[in-house]
C-alpha cells in the first residue's frame, strides 16, 4: 500500500515573489508590537512585579469577583488585583504588598483567609520581595541579550556575515511579535515566559540555519544561478521538513495549553504562536532578506578558497619542521 504523500517532497514555489509583501507584513507586526510595548505595556506577573499571590478556590459555588474585591479592599490590604484562574470556582489574589519576614508575611496570609472567610479554600501562596523581583528583571533581560550575542558570533564564524545578520533579525522578529501576543491577551509575563521566549529563539534559530546550510551548499554548487532562483530552490528543497516539524511541534504545544493545567497556559500559548511565526519567518524573512543583504556566490566560494589556501600553508610549514630522518 503507497504512503499518503499529504506534503510533497519536491515543491516549485515561488517564495521570492512575495518577499516584498512578506517584508512590509513583518514590518507592520514589529511596529505594532512596539506602540504596544509602549501603551499597553504587559501584565507582569509576581516574578518582575513583587508582591503576595494566593491561589483561592471557593468551596460551594462560582466566585463572585465584585464582592470578593470590596471585602479585600475594606480589609486594608494595599493594592489588591482579583482576576478567575482556570474555573469559575478558583480565583487569584494578587497584593502589592509582601511582608519584611516570615512572620508578617503569615500575618498578611491570615488576614486575607478572615476576609475570605469559610467561603474560600487558600490552595497556594508564593512572595517575591521588591529585591528578588528587581534582581529577575536585570537577570532575564541578560539571559535574553547574552543568547542573542552568543548566537550571531557563532553564526558570523560558522558562515558569513550576512547570515549573521539575517539570522540575528529573523529571531527579532519572532520575539516581538511573541511578546505582542503577551501583550494583547493580557497573559501573566514571568518567569515562565522568559523560558518560553528562550525556547521560541533556539527553534527558530534551528530552522534558520537547517535553510542557511542549504542555502551555502546550493552556492557552491550553482555560481552563476540568480540569487532568488537559488534561494526558492533551497527553501523549496527543506520546505516538507519544515512544515512536517513545525506541525508535530504546533500540535505538542496545543496540547499542553488544552490539558496542561492553567499553570502552563500562558506558555503553551505562547510556543504555539511561536512555532507558527518561526516557521513564517524562516520561509518568507530569513531567506528573502540575503538578497537585500547582498549575498552573493563568490562571497562564499571566496572564503573557503581563503581557508584551504591556509591550511594548505599551515600544513606545508608543519612539513618542513618535520626532522628530516637519519
Not at 111 to 131: C, H, M, N, Q, Y
Amino acid at each position: 500500500m503507497p504512503l499518503i504523500d499529504y506534503i510533497p517532497a519536491q515543491t516549485k514555489i515561488g517564495f521570492m515573489r512575495l518577499r516584498q509583501v512578506s517584508f512590509c507584513l513583518s514590518a507592520a507586526l514589529t511596529i505594532i508590537a512596539v506602540v504596544l510595548f509602549g501603551t499597553v505595556g504587559f501584565n507582569l506577573g509576581i516574578d518582575f512585579q513583587g508582591g503576595t499571590l494566593i491561589e483561592a478556590q471557593s468551596t460551594s459555588r462560582e466566585a463572585d469577583l465584585s464582592a470578593l474585591r470590596e471585602q479585600l479592599t475594606d480589609s486594608d490590604l494595599g493594592d489588591v488585583q482579583i482576576q478567575e484562574f482556570g474555573s469559575a470556582r478558583d480565583v487569584l489574589i494578587r497584593l502589592g504588598r509582601t511582608g519584611a519576614d516570615d512572620a508578617a508575611q503569615q500575618a498578611i496570609v491570615q488576614k486575607v483567609g478572615a476576609s475570605l472567610g469559610s467561603d474560600f479554600t487558600i490552595r497556594r501562596v508564593e512572595t517575591v520581595g521588591p529585591s528578588v523581583s528587581g534582581e529577575l528583571v536585570r537577570q532575564s533581560v541578560l539571559a535574553l541579550v547574552l543568547g542573542a550575542v552568543v548566537v550571531l558570533i557563532y553564526l558570523w564564524f560558522r558562515f558569513e556575515w550576512q547570515f549573521a545578520v539575517g539570522a540575528l533579525v529573523t529571531t527579532a522578529h519572532d520575539i516581538f511579535v511573541t511578546l505582542m501576543i503577551y501583550s494583547v491577551l493580557g497573559l501573566d509575563f514571568d518567569l515562565t515566559s522568559i523560558a518560553a521566549i528562550l525556547t521560541i529563539m533556539g527553534y527558530s534559530l534551528n530552522d534558520t540555519v537547517v535553510v542557511y546550510d542549504r542555502i551555502r551548499e546550493m552556492l557552491r554548487r550553482y555560481k552563476r544561478m540568480p540569487l532568488p532562483e537559488l534561494l526558492d530552490t533551497a527553501v523549496n528543497a527543506t520546505f516538507s521538513r519544515t512544515i512536517i516539524v513545525s506541525l508535530t511541534t504546533f500540535l505538542a504545544t496545543m496540547a499542553l495549553y488544552l490539558f496542561g493545567g492553567e499553570v502552563l497556559r500562558g506558555f503553551s500559548l505562547a510556543m504555539a504562536v511561536g512555532v507558527l511565526i518561526g516557521t513564517y519567518s524562516t520561509i518568507f524573512v530569513a531567506a528573502p532578506i540575503l538578497i537585500h543583504l547582498g549575498l552573493r556566490a563568490s562571497t562564499v566560494v571566496g572564503k573557503e578558497e581563503a581557508e584551504g589556501e591556509d591550511m594548505a600553508k599551515s600544513g606545508a610549514t608543519k612539513g618542513d619542521q618535520r626532522p628530516a630522518k637519519a
